[in-house]
């Protein structure tokens, strides 16, 4: 499990002067600080699970950070991605992870959205182009049978899922343990 913060500086300087968007009503507006942008509680990271805090803002979990290095550097091709807010930075996300040559899946379920309407158009219409949309059940049951799908809410956070890989010599995939293994 790979989490990722978004958390500023009260002077939001990482963002420079911006004019428009999300650098502009994130300042404006005076998001993601202090303790509005700690997790969730009771889905605070476990011992052992990465964290990405290196963010210099934006949507996208890949965007200022080292998550695709970590990733390759671990050699972790399959991702799964939920939190908040589903249409901007899972979104976001999804889309970057598609263009770096990740295998992708949302776990839309496991993701907020703004509104229902955002979450059933996010699914038709645009998730097919970039990764596989799943439920929270879907992924207990076939991807990682010791994870609670509660746990899959992630407050603020956008969440990656992973499974490692090694090529043996037999040219299959295999996740080093032979099963699915929690990272």
Known sequence: MIHASLKFEPTFKV???ATNGLRKMTRDHGAFLGE???FFPGFEPAEGEHVVRERAGGSS???GTTLDG???NNRINEIYLSGFSLRQCVESSMRNAHD????????YDASAGYTRK????????????????????????????????????????????ARRYDDRDDGRTHNRA??????
């Open 15 to 17: 963002l420079g002067e």
């Open 36 to 38: 509005q942008a700690e």
């Open 61 to 63: 979990v890949f965007v």
């Open 70 to 72: 970590y990733l390759r």
């Open 100 to 107: 770096l040559g990740y295998d992708t899946n949302v776990i």
């Open 118 to 161: 955002q979450q059933d158009d996010f699914v038709a219409e645009i998730a097919p182009f970039y990764a596989n949309a799943i439920t929270a059940q879907e992924f207990a049951a076939g991807h990682n049978p010791s994870l609670d799908p509660a746990r899959l809410w992630a407050g603020l956070s956008s969440v990656v899922d």
């Open 178 to 183: 032979g099963q699915y293994r929690r990272i």
